[in-house]
């Protein structure tokens, strides 16, 4: 066997199982109680490096470790190619909402269901497949490669900015290859153009000191879960236009050619509003579906919680009121100003009688490709090799905040291929991966690491 | 010993014991897991009944039973009352913002802490101490008396319309003697001249069919938590007053003799704030609190619970939010009308995209006191010899849906006399009743049984 692409059709089955494995350990970042879990995947899958023959280690940070492959062998004058992908998962509520279990993988219908199939654990892998692909079968690699994975891209990579910046050097690369994003549609292999930023917030509202006899005070007491709709009702207009002030200020609108492309990709209006089962579709007027996703910022709230939500009629005032409230970003907009602007309306709105106060969970930059004709040639030649498809050029709603640094502290270009297919339920229930492209991936892969040679 | 009185005081340290007993039984009626502990707390009551000396009776329901305790020894010529109360409480969440267990009865500073203290176990035992102290001191009571306790109040009495008229025979008396309310002050005994009815609803707004990415698809998809909010939001104008159509046709303006007489209780508007903690009062504009409280009805969120609520952000767009809405109703309003109302609303206010749908989870008409001349002054008299003072005439922000029933049922008057004090934490952590009022409480019901013969 002297062929990466042979080695690949030979080797599926066995991968398929390991993945499986992979998928199987709960690396759930968000929840301290999954911390061995999460730690144990990381070993897990510095194992699975080493046996692809990379020289591998594991790096505490002062969260979740990094995991770290590489392999030099091409020597110091071909290229360098960063690999990134995480390893750790989202939670998996609402529970019951799952068909099969979160973490027991079940291949349904062509897909693979299970928490971290298409985020990121199922894609990460691909990377070490194509590597391994080419150093089983060939005894090297076209490119020096160095894949980081990391465990805390579902709690915004806290550790990963100074992790790099502390390892500028061994990490320095040609380009950064990221696969965490989607194909625009099942057997259109495509290219990522732009991700939008995320400011994450969490906004707690007191009313009284304690629960309330909503009959004994209700009239006379601000209600805190009123208060909370209130301001929540107050951040749009009626054009589903954010209606905070200077919240446009930093957008930058598109041109009409990237407008005219948008426009002219394969969508179906009925097939998205199907997949996602809503009544209708929404949204900022002026705007396709698409731009709405890729190119405009979005408030949303993600979650809220007040009062009594049990069984029953409990009669309460609730002392307080909770929701989480994100804005998802698009170039330039800078997410530490979106905090201060969302204070500033947040004081002009909140009525008297209650007291709020935000949190700031979570924030990222947009991004923007800076794809030079090289990066995109080769990108295009092994996607098309691959899936016998010509790439398109695709946005993405979703936010990878550490492209863009990624980009600043390695003064590389980011390349970002997805493989997962639209509608696989990301940090949803019943998270799926196509099974078709656990191999095309793999095998555009490694054909991107001889393109880029 | 052949008087009440002094078998009262000789009795008390006897009967402390008991109430602490009684308020250990868990007998929380919305929650199917306390079903057992709500019936243990009907046979210990009718133990104690029988032990006072009345005849006792268990009466199953579709739900929980009626304990009914009964002495006719007066005769046939002399009065019948009838004394009402529940031996049912509210859930106890948030369970952390307890000082003390809920069902572990604990005095602290002159109070009685404990679920149920006040609503209603406490205030209903008196009535059975006020019997016993009679019954046992001179073997009589000066009236027939009939004590009716059901386990169903605090999930709105739905078995109780359908026991009365199926006993109007045996139920017939010449009052109904309710006390499940406050007094305005310590020291301040008084009788209720009006309760606020209650139309209590469940609102279910379903977005996409499941939770979704909020990056793949937020700006796209219309998102339910925010709509929801919006709805809420439309429920009050600026004014704080209900902006649903047709909401004020039924509401009966005061007289200006009551609303001067309630501007002339002692009210303390800044210890009534200090006592709530919250940072200002707010409420429709042009009401004093009390008449806010007593006189005008209200819209409050009870809770609310959509998309993720624990540690960390979680970048969800919600398949559906949650809330319960619940109107506090004055005369001559009624809560089918409401409900109509509110339907009506919701269908004018929700928008494209998400689908709302109302529970009826609970309702109660609003009640106005038609007190005659004998039994005011009967009661009056009863409570100036238990507490040295004179009671004053008080409204009630909170809901007897039952009172009105009574009064329709058996054609007889309810008399409402109430022995907690405000801020007692009805429906929330650390309820709690004063400790002088179980003697005084006792004391003033053995009077009333007297001077209403």
């Known amino acids: 066997m002297a062929d990466a692409q042979s080695y690949i059709a030979e080797s599926l089955p066995r991968w398929r199982e390991e993945l499986d494995e992979f998928l199987r ?116 690699l076209p490119v020096n490669l160095i894949i980081l994975a990391e465990g805390e891209e579902e709690v915004g990579s806290p550790n990963l900015v100074p992790f790099v910046e502390g390892h500028r050097q061994r990490l320095a690369s040609d380009a950064v290859i990221i696969s965490d994003s989607s194909m625009f549609a099942p057997g259109l292999p495509s290219l990522l153009f732009s991700l939008r930023g995320l400011a994450y917030f969490e906004v707690h509202v007191q009313g009284p000191a304690s629960d309330l006899h909503s009959g004994s005070y ?97 009669t309460v005032l609730p002392a307080r009121a909770m ?52 990066l995109k040639s080769a990108a295009t030649s092994a996607l098309e090799r691959a899936f016998g498809a010509t790439p398109v050029l695709v946005g993405e709603g979703g936010s990878i905040p550490i492209v863009g640094e990624f980009e600043r502290i390695l003064e590389a270009p980011a390349l970002l291929i997805g493989f997962s297919h639209p509608g696989c339920n990301l940090h949803a229930p019943d998270e799926w991966f196509p099974v078709e492209n656990f191999e095309k991936g793999i095998r555009a892969l490694a054909y991107l690491y001889e393109e880029l040679a």
Request: proline content about 5%; glycine content about 10%; hydrophobic content about 35%.
């Open 323 to 374: 929701a989480k409230i994100s804005f998802r970003l698009v170039s330039d907009q800078n997410p530490d100003r979106v905090l201060e602007l969302f204070r500033a309306h947040l004081s002009r709105v909140t009525p008297t009688g209650v007291t709020v106060t935000v949190k700031d969970l979570h924030g990222g930059h947009p991004w923007k490709a800076q794809l030079d004709e090289s």
């Open 25 to 140: 350990i709960p690396s759930i970042s968000a929840r301290s109680e999954h911390d061995g879990d999460t730690r144990a995947t990381a070993e897990w899958l510095c194992d699975r490096m080493r046996a692809a023959g990379l020289e591998t280690e594991i790096i505490d940070t002062p969260g979740h470790p990094v995991v770290l492959g590489e392999w030099r062998g091409a020597g110091p004058d071909a290229k360098t190619l960063l690999v990134y992908g995480h390893y750790d998962v989202q939670p998996v509520e609402p529970l019951d909402e799952w068909t099969s279990a979160p973490f027991e993988p079940e291949v349904r219908d062509g897909r693979i269901y299970a928490r971290g199939s298409a985020d990121d654990k199922g894609q990460l892998y691909l990377h070490i497949k194509a590597a391994e692909a080419h150093l089983k079968a060939t005894g090297s």
């Open 218 to 314: 209700g009239g006379a007491v601000v209600n805190p879960a009123n208060a909370l709709a209130h301001i929540i009702s107050t951040l749009h207009d009626q054009d589903g236009r954010i209606a905070i002030e200077g919240f446009y200020d930093d957008v930058v609108e598109w041109d009409e050619a990237t407008r005219q492309a948008i426009r002219e990709l394969p969508f179906d209006r009925d097939e998205f509003q199907a997949s996602v089962g809503a009544s209708e579709l929404g949204g900022e007027t002026g705007y396709s579906e698409l731009e709405r996703l890729w190119t405009r910022p979005t408030c949303d709230v993600n979650g809220f919680l007040s009062g009594y939500t049990g069984e029953g009629a409990k």
